[in-house]
């Protein structure tokens, strides 16, 4: 079946600092990509997306490249804040799968002034 | 727009006892589903439904019942709550009732269960 496997955290880091969180998926089909952030006492939120093999997803800073050829959506910011610690999910749903989401064990990420 | 909503925030059960949680959306979305979250395991489905009227086993349903009331509510039913089921349990939406692959998922704020 379609699984997800995201590096284990917590990734701790300095402010300004480059984050990757790397994350590899095995999936029948062709499968949308996607990050959701979950903030401290809150549900989950998308933070980007990706639908075909070399889309890449961007929103507030994260980016992450859709890569067919070696099954990855690796996120990535060029400058962390403070304000991004939180947890972060990668997930995957393919067009066998219907409404079910496969998600990843997420990482958690703290960033310090 | 409240998006979705979750009661309660937080519960405490002893083994045995049962409890529903309450789930509704104002955005007119088609599809609704129920996650619980564990440590390091991310987010697992336990039911869904893609329209009014249908509901659909995920991957953990057993122990739990699902209610779609009307489009706007999706309730989560614990009929004899297990240590097992201690975790925290999410709803979402989608728009459409198909659920298209590059649906975006709407989460409402979790409840916290705790049984004893």
């Known amino acids: 079946g379609d699984s997800v496997t995201q590096m284990e955290g917590p990734v701790t880091l300095s402010e300004e600092a480059f984050l990757t969180i790397n994350c590899t998926y095995t999936?029948?089909?062709?499968?949308?990509l996607f990050w959701y952030v979950q903030y401290p006492g809150e549900g989950l939120q998308l933070l980007l997306k990706?639908?075909?093999?070399?889309d890449k997803g961007s929103n507030k800073g994260f980016e992450a490249t859709y890569r067919k050829e070696t099954t990855s959506f690796h996120l990535e910011k060029g400058s962390v804040q403070v304000s991004d610690s939180a947890v972060y999910f990668c997930?995957?749903?393919?067009?066998?799968?219907?409404?079910?989401?496969?998600f990843g064990g997420g990482t958690r990420l703290m960033v310090k002034p | 727009n409240a998006g979705v909503t979750q009661t309660p925030k937080f519960q405490v059960l002893k083994t045995g006892q049962s409890m529903t949680l309450q789930c509704a959306q104002d955005?007119?979305?088609?599809?609704m589903y129920w996650y619980r979250q564990d440590p390091g395991m991310g987010l697992r489905l336990i039911y869904y439904?893609?329209?009014?009227?249908?509901?659909d086993k995920g991957e953990v349903p057993n122990g739990y019942n699902v209610s779609r009331l009307n489009k706007r509510e999706f309730s989560l039913r614990l009929e004899s709550a297990a240590p097992s089921q201690t975790s925290v349990y999410f709803c979402?939406?989608?728009?459409?009732?198909?659920?298209?692959?590059?649906?975006?998922?709407?989460f409402g704020p979790g409840t916290r269960l705790t049984v004893l």
């Open positions: 979402a939406s989608t728009p459409t009732a198909t659920g298209a692959s590059t649906d975006t998922q709407y």
């Open positions: 999936a029948t089909g062709y499968p949308s």
């Open positions: 990706a639908t075909k093999a070399d």
């Open positions: 997930a995957l749903i393919t067009n066998n799968a219907g409404n079910m989401l496969t």
């Open positions: 955005m007119n979305h088609n599809s």
């Open positions: 439904s893609a329209s009014e009227g249908t509901t």
